[in-house]
């Protein structure tokens, strides 16, 4: 299982991006979708998560500003994050807990991660 994190960039405080990533390798479903983001001298942490009925979790000092999205028939999630701050700033990985493939189960995949810098 591969997954592959795009949509970063630079941008200006109060601006907006959205993250996308998608997995690849025969997959068949997947349990738990996510987003994570770590910076320099600091652990990852958690973004945002959404189940595969929908529930969604949220840090909560991104919540009300990010959304997390899926859309299991193209095997990718997305992060749409508004009202960016310099605090945000970090790179970014997704994630997944469990993915059922043709060939077996998957636990814990990452990414390679995406670089956000958020700056005036």
């Known amino acids: 299982v591969q997954l592959q994190a795009f949509g970063g960039g630079s941008v200006q405080p109060g601006g907006y991006l959205r993250l996308s990533c998608t997995a690849s390798?025969?997959?068949?479903?997947?349990?738990?979708m996510g987003w994570y983001r770590q910076t320099p001298g600091k652990q990852r942490e958690l973004v945002a998560t959404?189940?595969?009925?929908?529930?969604?979790n949220y840090a909560e000092s991104v919540k009300d500003r990010f959304t997390i999205f899926r859309d299991d028939g193209r095997k990718t999630w997305s992060l749409r994050m508004n009202n960016l701050k310099p605090e945000d700033t970090a790179v970014y990985y997704c994630n997944t807990d469990k993915v059922l493939a043709r060939w077996g189960t998957v636990f814990g995949s990452w990414g390679r991660g995406t670089e956000l810098t958020v700056s005036s």
């Open positions: 959404i189940t595969n009925n929908g529930r969604t």
């Open positions: 390798g025969d997959i068949v479903s997947i349990n738990v």
